[in-house]
């Protein structure tokens, strides 16, 4: 069987054929120059089979990668490991192994010994500087940062500081060169002068002399250049506190500018909503030509993965539509212009949708006998104040998949991802009541707020979820409270999916298989869902679908972390053909609409128009009932007309409920997801609720969830070779570093969807079964 590439190998036999000698290039110095890049061709150990191979390894910034040919270096690395946790061993003239405590290790051989020699040098130079800038990473996150309006000055001053701790870690080196300088020199000159004492010919012992003049020339010349590097280090920090305080001056007079220019903006802001009205798309009272600019941007994702397009400033030049007030004559006949009847309660009356819906079904809450249910928890344990320098870690990882950065607890917060997508529940009483919708379209504007206030507990919430390990799970039961429960289970690990199945006795179903992609691109992180949302009214079998839009988090280097979600939902009805196009515009500090801006529009089957919405996904949906719409207004972007809707007066369908008290101190959790987390007896041995490091970050022990982190991790490991290992002995060897995985989830399995005709996870059924009767015995042991 091949080993994988980078992983821990056995090791090699001493007996294997050692390779004949490789012509390298030499360098002209015994001892590489400390901080540069260090490059040369080494025999690395594969396996039994190969044996050792040919690799160009190249050493910088603290990090050992090798590539299988000199090509390969511009796109294709074939491993890397961080010398500053790593430990080096000699194990003969030419053969050394490089490992940094299991996961990794590199069995290394050389063409000499010498060759050997120069390697081990450069790698100690090199993990000696990474393990101090590492430890000087750790100390600045330790440090309190100056507001964020100040970055920019603070920069500079931190610039300077780096500076001066870069030129005191040249001169470590150079120190560290001189002692192995001075350390060589003196075993060198000891072996001279024995030699002196030997009766040779003349002309022998003249060259010795002049070799032994040339070294204690070398040690002479090498001290110079290490204290003249100290007296250039001592004149830097003696000028360095004339430059932090002109910079210091600098730097508060931008803050002044920066807050000045804030507060115009705030007031430019305020002037323009006070004079367009409260709400954009709403017209009830306000002029119709100031209403209008309630719009629906162009398709585009916003926030996609280019970079040019992490700005968002014209936003509101690229409307589709506009809505004006209908003509008082609708208001007073409820006439069925729209083809709607007037039983929806679209009128001028005070009846909203919800209301009037709840109000005509016998079965409505109101009417059912309350039942003494099992009282939540309100409160977990404040957060600790840690500070962590987000930058040290994350400056390593541009372009890579979120999924496999290793973080620390540090910035998660402590519920898992799975128990995260139950969160889409918080506001299920709007499925309860479309389920009781007797017409397709009010039951669409049901369904659209819902797809709206999954995203309301996002606003506040930066904090990464822990990713859920391989056949993780997370129940939530209410049917006592609120007449569901859902099921999730993490299905992927590479690419991670988590597959999620809710059924309501109030006659709904939501299921969905979501897989993340994401990638840091330094400024910002976007995270892309991906995969269908599938909700089932029972009654009328009405079936609708829906996607996620992208999710950024903002401010990743310098300031307050922020979240914003814009991009183009399309919520569509399979059995009759109704949509909803909903737009989350993104956001921009210089737009006059309303931040966190959401509209819709819901057409049936032909394409005509029956309501129109908006609100903002982080407060409120409203929906206006369409009476007449027609061409005319100002062009588009696109040189098009735009669509005028004619409106009734917008009825709320959604409002954001308030965060408890404290929860800023809280991760920002709301009602529900302080009690995500809650131990409950009787659920399954791989509930995230079990997960040991998860809740020791809830309890503030973090150091020990960051340890008991890095052991799930490895189990998971161990437990994905093992599977590996399982499925090749039934399959043809892989390529070095390729891998199967036989993996098949517990209570989910693989189909193909008939709505979507798109390959999914569907819940199998013996969940619920298997936990009355307490029978687990099936269950993987993850934790």
């Known amino acids: 069987m091949l080993s994988r590439r980078g992983t821990t190998q056995p090791r090699p036999p001493s007996d294997t054929v050692k390779p004949r000698a490789v012509v390298m290039s030499e360098p002209k110095a015994p001892i590489p120059a400390p901080g540069d890049t260090y490059k040369g061709w080494l025999f690395k150990w ?12 190249v050493l910088s910034n603290g990090l050992l990668s090798y590539y299988r040919t000199q090509a390969e270096m511009g796109h294709t690395c074939r491993g890397t490991i961080n010398l500053a946790t790593a430990n080096i061993t000699v194990e003969d003239s030419c053969n050394f192994v490089i490992s940094n405590g299991g996961t990794q290790t590199y069995h290394l051989k050389a063409s000499s010994e010498v060759e050997r020699q120069r390697w081990i040098t450069a790698l100690e130079l090199a993990k000696a500087k990474a393990f101090r800038m590492q430890a000087e990473s750790d100390d600045s996150g330790d440090e309190s940062t100056p507001p964020a309006s100040g970055q920019g000055g603070g920069s500079r001053n931190s610039e300077v500081q780096s500076t001066l701790r870069t030129l005191g870690s040249k001169v470590e080196d150079l120190s560290t060169c001189n002692d192995l300088i001075a350390k060589h020199g003196s075993a060198l000159q000891r072996s001279l002068s024995e030699l002196e004492g030997v009766r040779l010919e003349g002309q022998t012992s003249e060259k010795i002399r002049q070799v032994t003049e040339r070294a204690t020339l070398f040690r002479i010349t090498s001290n110079a250049m290490i204290n003249a590097c100290r007296d250039f280090l001592a004149l830097a920090q003696a000028h360095s506190k004339r430059w932090q305080k002109a910079l210091q001056a600098e730097r508060e007079q931008r803050v002044r500018l920066e807050e000045t220019l804030e507060q115009l903006a705030k007031q430019h802001n305020h002037l323009e909503r006070a004079f367009r009205g409260a709400t954009v798309l709403p017209p009830s009272q306000s002029n119709p030509a100031i209403d209008s600019k309630g719009s629906v941007a162009g398709k585009g994702d916003a926030s996609d993965e280019d970079e040019e397009n992490e700005f968002f400033d014209a936003c509101e030049d690229v409307q589709e539509f506009i809505t004006v007030p209908a003509d008082p004559k609708y208001h007073r006949s409820g006439s069925n212009v729209s083809g709607i009847s007037s039983e929806l309660g679209m009128d001028d009356g005070t009846t909203s949708l919800d209301e009037q819906s ?15 249910v099992r009282k939540r928890r309100t409160r977990i344990p404040d957060k600790p104040n840690y500070s962590l320098n987000l930058w040290s870690i994350m400056k390593n990882c541009i372009g890579k998949e979120l999924s496999k950065i290793p973080m620390p607890v540090n910035f998660n917060e402590p519920l898992s991802m799975l128990q995260r997508l139950s969160e889409d529940l918080e506001y299920y009483e709007l499925l309860d009541r479309a389920a009781k919708c007797q017409n397709s379209l009010e039951q669409m504007c049901y369904v659209a707020a819902f797809t709206v206030s999954s995203y309301s507990t996002t606003v506040h919430r930066t904090g990464k979820p822990f990713n859920p390990l391989l056949g993780e799970t997370f129940e939530l039961d209410r049917v006592q409270e609120s007449g569901y429960r859902s099921l999730c289970e993490q299905v992927s690990h590479h ?10 006795e109030r006659g709904w179903t939501l299921r969905q298989e979501i897989a993340l992609a994401s990638k840091f691109r330094g400024k910002y992180l976007s995270i892309m869902p991906l995969g269908s949302i599938h909700c089932i009214f029972e009654k009328s079998n009405n079936h609708y679908t829906w996607k996620k839009v992208t999710t950024t988090v903002h401010n990743i280097i310098v300031g307050k972390l922020w979240i914003d979600q814009s991009g183009e939902i399309d919520v569509v009805n399979h059995r009759t053909g109704d949509r909803c196009h909903l737009k989350f515009a993104p956001y921009s500090y210089f737009s006059r609409d309303v931040a966190r801006k959401v509209t819709g529009v819901v057409t049936d089957k032909d394409g005509k128009a029956h309501y129109v919405l908006s609100g903002t996904w982080d407060e409120k949906m409203e929906c206006s009932r369409v009476m007449q719409s027609s061409r005319g207004g100002e062009n588009g972007a696109d040189g098009r007309q735009k669509t005028v809707y004619q409106t009734l007066k917008a009825k709320e369908l959604w409002r954001k409920t308030p965060l408890p008290d404290g929860a800023e101190n809280m991760y920002y959790f709301s009602t529900l997801a302080l009690t995500l987390n809650e131990p409950e007896e009787g659920v399954a041995p791989t509930d995230s609720r079990r997960r040991p490091d998860q809740r020791l970050m809830e309890q503030g022990r973090w150091e020990e969830a960051n340890a ?3 052991r799930l991790e490895e189990k998971q490991r161990t437990a994905r070779r093992e599977r590996e290992r399982e499925a090749n002995r039934t399959a043809s060897p892989t390529e070095e570093g390729g891998h199967q995985d036989n993996y098949k989830a517990m209570w989910f399995e693989r189909r193909v969807d008939p709505a979507t005709g798109e390959p999914t996870h569907i819940y199998r059924g013996g969940y619920w079964e298997a936990k009355e009767q307490g029978s687990w015995d099936s269950c993987p042991d993850i934790f």
């Open 358 to 372: 709840l109000a005509s079904n016998p079965e409505s809450p109101q009417s059912q006998e309350v039942v003494p």
């Open 708 to 710: 008991e982190k890095q």
């Open 495 to 504: 690419p991670p999916a988590a597959a999620h199945h809710a059924i309501s």
């Open 46 to 57: 594969t396996n039994y089979i190969k044996g050792y191979q040919r690799r160009w390894f």
